[in-house]
């Protein structure tokens, strides 16, 4: 079974940045999908950053400019830097992965069939 592990959440102040980190067991080749995903109180899950198996990213204009999202096929890991954080992107965050090699869904989260568990951030 795929399984996925975010770590590296927390607080940070406002101008801050954080590195949140996803581990993905249970793989036998990198997913052809994967993305970032935040959740704040009262509101819809959202897409943030989107990779493909072939390196094309994609983000939401949101973040755009502020966050990178990258992978360490070696450790099996999918990373997203976030920089100048402000209280807006205070929200859980999980990574996904599609078992479909159609990754046209970028941000969408349905598209999505894998998830963590997620990882607090809160930003003051």
């Known amino acids: 079974d795929v399984q996925l592990v975010e770590s590296g959440g927390g607080s940070v102040q406002s101008g801050g940045s954080l590195r949140l980190s996803c581990t993905a067991s249970g793989y036998t080749a990198s997913p052809a999908c994967m993305a970032w995903f935040r959740q704040a109180p009262g509101k819809f899950r959202e897409g943030i950053a989107h990779l493909e198996r072939g390196g094309d990213e994609a983000y939401a204009d949101s973040v755009k400019g502020r966050f990178t999202i990258s992978k360490d096929n070696s450790k099996n890991t999918l990373y997203l830097h976030m920089n100048s954080l402000n209280s807006e992107d205070t929200a859980m965050h999980y990574c996904?992965?599609?078992?479909?090699?159609?990754?046209?869904?970028?941000?969408?989260?349905?598209?999505?069939?894998?998830w963590g568990q997620g990882t607090q951030v809160t930003v003051s």
């Open positions: 996904a992965t599609a078992s479909s090699s159609d990754c046209t869904w970028k941000l969408v989260p349905s598209a999505y069939d894998n």
